[in-house]
């Protein structure tokens, strides 16, 4: 396992951080597109608005820090990326030929844990120093996630377990209860529930000593991720049955969200918690509103695209995907009237 720190200059990327719109379209300059009403007083316009490559392979996890000042990449070939806000690639941590499934910034934005193809999670410092190993799956490491606080890390493993761990790297709670992978798990925003997503067609809700409060059952399909709405009542999920789905804590489902032509990938809430993002392996990004229309079609993604993050701000979406590309996209034009 190497790492080394690289100053490469200024890229694309750096106008995202500095600059509060974009002046320039690099690839499809004519995708802007159209305006979409989604409630009486909320209009949105989205348009593509840099890109950049960050790996030569699949580019499959992407994560803004909590400031905004940092961006977080991870990619097939082992590499674990954080870009600045002045566009330069400031560390890059090598971890052998293990695929980086996911990584996540901590809380307070000093430390970034990543889950990896050999069954290992692990913490750094943002020199890349490690600090820590979570060893204990049986399988890849698909999903990590630090709590609200900052003081214990959540995995999810296709072993079928999740798992609970100080920072230490000592384990704390096993979550079993799926009848297959689990693809995600993730905190509510207090802290006092874990959402899993599994390959058996469902989402659980847990306590945090580990017994189910709610099972979430409607999809046909593997349950690729869940997430927790940014005021912490409402879930989402994204299923390869080609849907997302959006459900109350009591497991009520909501809505549902059709449109896209293959799986889906990942799911995520804006800032606000006012409309949803979905990526799908139609190469395509979705907009939708909480009541399941449809608000915009970002294309532009030439594969797959499999990772999605907010700015803090809600100015900002970025998306990463199996072209190698991160594409940022600029979705400030939401305007309350």
């Not at 869940?226 to 989402?236: E, N, Q, R, T, Y």
């Not at 990004?285 to 700015?311: A, C, M, P, Q, T």
Request: some cysteine.
């Amino acid at each position: 396992m190497t790492l080394s720190i690289l100053s490469l200059g200024a890229l694309l990327v750096g106008a995202i951080f500095q600059q509060p719109s974009f002046t320039n379209s690099v690839t499809n300059p004519n995708q802007d597109t159209q305006i979409a009403q989604f409630s009486p007083s909320i209009h949105i316009r989205a348009k593509a608005a840099q890109e950049f490559k960050a790996n030569d392979t699949s580019t499959l996890s992407v994560a803004f820090s909590p400031d905004g000042s940092k961006l977080l990449t991870t990619s097939s070939a082992g590499l674990t990326k954080i870009w600045d806000k002045s566009g330069k690639q400031t560390l890059e941590v090598k971890q052998g030929d293990s695929i980086i499934w996911a990584a996540a910034f901590s809380p307070d934005g000093t430390q970034i844990i990543t889950g990896a193809q050999d069954k290992v999670a692990r913490l750094w410092d943002m020199q890349g120093q490690l600090l820590t190993e979570f060893k204990g799956h049986k399988d890849w490491v698909n999903s990590v996630h630090f709590s609200p606080d900052g003081q214990t890390i959540l995995t999810a493993s296709s072993d079928g377990t999740a798992r609970l761990w100080n920072l230490k790297g000592e384990l704390i709670r096993e979550f079993n209860g799926h009848q297959g992978k689990v693809w995600s798990a993730c905190f509510s925003p207090n802290g006092k529930l874990i959402a899993t997503a599994s390959s058996d067609g469902t989402a659980i809700l847990w306590d945090l000593q580990g017994r189910i409060v709610k099972k979430l059952q409607g999809h046909t399909d593997w349950v690729r991720q869940v997430v927790f709405s940014p005021d912490g009542k409402l879930i989402a999920t994204a299923s390869n049955d080609g849907t997302a789905r959006l459900w109350s804590l009591d497991g009520e489902a909501i809505a549902q969200f059709k449109g896209h032509r293959s799986v889906v990938r990942n799911v995520g809430f804006s800032p606000d918690g006012q409309f949803l993002a979905t990526t799908s392996q139609d190469k395509t990004v979705r907009l939708w509103n909480l009541e399941g229309r449809e608000l915009d079609k970002l294309e532009g993604h030439k594969d797959w695209v499999i990772g999605l993050s907010f700015s803090p701000d809600g100015k900002y979406m970025v998306t990463s995907s199996s072209d190698t590309t991160v594409k940022f996209w600029d979705i400030s034009e939401m305007r309350r009237f």
